[in-house]
């Protein structure tokens, strides 16, 4: 029988579809009994959601960025002065 | 996918918005690659050699691989090269964020739950985003995991790759990856968790 502390290791590989077949319906049939580990379950596929959700620290320098891909490539638009010149 | 094809054609013709576009796209993604491979403060440099490279090679995107793949192998390539040959080998260090993890101590002896996860007020990510402490809360344990636990989580969970892409990317095993991921899963866990029982972080 999976104990609660296996169903944790296991959750990971739960969440990815990693499980083979045999730890799936071990799982299964443990969710099917335990109401604290259908509660972590749950709770840890929030967490997932808030990690995808948590907002985007903006790179700062994202002009800088583009004026010098913008620079770069204007180079390589102009034969005979690109990577050659080094 | 047609849209990836129009956004190449802007490119090539040098369209500055596609170039804008590209970028607010897949910088999170590149930076998680570069910080897994040289670490927090070379990655800005590696993110931006790898965006100047990718202009240089844009021609010769064959097109053979996703936009997205093409875009991280080059940082990948990048980061690697400015590594040189001091590459860490703690992978699988075991350091967990500042509200610590799912751990032994949360089990009795059968292995039953001794102290079980307490119930969270609202199972919306929105709902729980809302707080302002919370988020600086999530960001604070982001940044006290190591960077390749760290990386790995941003590039499975925010970039959606696949495990064996993360493998390919970072050059670690598939059990490695997993371990990596696991372990800052449950540390992002114990942080909501703790904030949801006391209210601070
Ligand atoms: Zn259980």
Redesign the interface.
């Known amino acids: 029988m999976l104990k609660c502390k296996d169903l944790v290791a296991l959750s990971s590989d739960l969440l990815d579809g990693e499980l083979t077949l045999k730890q799936r319906i071990a799982v299964r049939m443990h969710l099917a009994m335990c109401v604290h580990c259908r509660r972590f379950i749950r709770q840890l596929r929030v967490s997932q959601r808030v990690i995808r959700q948590l907002p985007d620290q903006q790179a700062p320098e994202l002009e800088t960025l583009l004026r010098a891909m913008q620079a770069q490539q204007q180079r390589a638009s102009e034969p005979d002065q690109g990577d050659s010149s080094k | 996918m047609p849209n990836e094809q129009d956004l190449i054609q802007r490119l090539l013709k ?1 369209e ?1 918005a596609a ?2 576009e590209l ?2 796209q897949y ?2 993604a590149m ?1 998680a690659v570069a910080i897994a491979i040289v670490g927090t403060a070379s990655a ?1 440099e590696v ?2 050699d790898s ?2 490279a990718v ?2 090679n844009l ?1 010769g995107f064959a097109g053979r691989a996703s936009l997205k793949t093409w875009l991280l192998t080059i940082t990948a390539n990048t980061a690697k090269s400015r590594l040189r040959k001091q590459r860490r080998e703690v992978l699988l260090d075991d350091i967990t964020g500042p509200h610590g993890t ?1 751990d ?1 101590a949360r ?1 009795a002896a ?4 001794a102290q ?2 307490s ?2 007020h609202t ?4 709902a ?2 809302n707080e302002q402490a919370l ?1 600086d809360c ?2 604070h344990t982001l940044a006290t995991l190591s960077e390749l636990q760290r990386s790995v ?1 941003m590039l ?3 970039q959606a790759l696949e ?1 064996p892409d993360i493998c390919n990317l970072l050059d670690i095993s598939h059990s490695n990856v ?1 371990v990596l ?2 372990r800052a ?2 540390s ?2 114990a942080t ?2 703790h904030f949801e029982e006391t209210g601070e972080c």
């Not at chain 2, 199972?123 to 929105?126: G, I, L, T, V």
């Open positions: 040098g500055q170039y804008r970028v607010q910088q999170g930076r800005d993110v931006q965006w100047l202009v240089r021609n799912i032994d089990f059968d292995g039953h739950w079980a996860p119930l969270w199972d919306s990510p929105e729980l985003l988020r999530l960001e989580l499975r969970e925010r495990l997993r991921l696991h899963r449950l992002v866990f909501l968790e």
